[in-house]
């Protein structure tokens, strides 16, 4: 499906609460994959996502996902000067996090994109993250150090505590 080009994204927006009252403004988008198969229709996420992840494919959805956000978000910013601040939030499977080419991909799809690394925010959820080991916690260290930023998606679904959040980058 993704060599066929069936996927596509969805973008959710993110919005900030100012705290003074003042309306809500617009922080950024979540890209969501979402398949279009050419005879089922749209198949959502529940159904494909844990295939994608028990065939490993999940590692190149979700660098598809980060290539094709970033380009999108990067010709909204050069098109739309209100945007020029938007983050681009991506859901990061842990699968590929341990993998060595993780870090030249990453550099790799921000250069080819020219979407700033500090315009991308990459969500892991709070399951992967406890169970996430030092050779994880070192990559995400590396990724923050580019100027990436992370949010912790999920949280309070498990057993962690706010005091725990200070050992992730």
Do not use: C
Request: proline share 7%; charged share 25%; no cysteine.
């Amino acid at each position: 499906a993704i060599a066929r080009g069936e996927f596509f994204l969805e973008f959710q927006p993110i919005l900030r609460a100012s705290g003074t009252g003042k309306p809500l403004e617009l922080f950024g988008f979540e890209a969501l994959a979402r398949w279009r198969h050419p005879q089922r229709g749209l198949i959502m996420p529940g159904e494909f996502i844990p295939v994608a992840e028990d065939s490993g494919k999940v590692v190149d959805l979700g660098f598809w996902a980060l290539a094709e956000g970033s380009r999108i978000l990067e010709g909204w910013r050069k098109r739309y000067p209100h945007l020029a601040d938007a983050m681009l939030s991506v859901h990061l499977s842990p699968q590929p996090v341990p993998h060595a080419d993780l870090l030249p991909r990453m550099r790799s799809i921000l250069r080819e994109s020219g979407l700033p690394s500090e315009n991308l925010k990459l969500e892991i959820t709070e399951t992967a993250l406890m169970q996430s080991g030092t050779t994880v916690l070192s990559k995400l260290r590396e990724i923050r150090d580019m100027g990436v930023s992370f949010s912790v998606d999920d949280f309070g679904t498990g057993y962690s505590s706010l005091g725990y959040l200070k050992h992730y980058p």
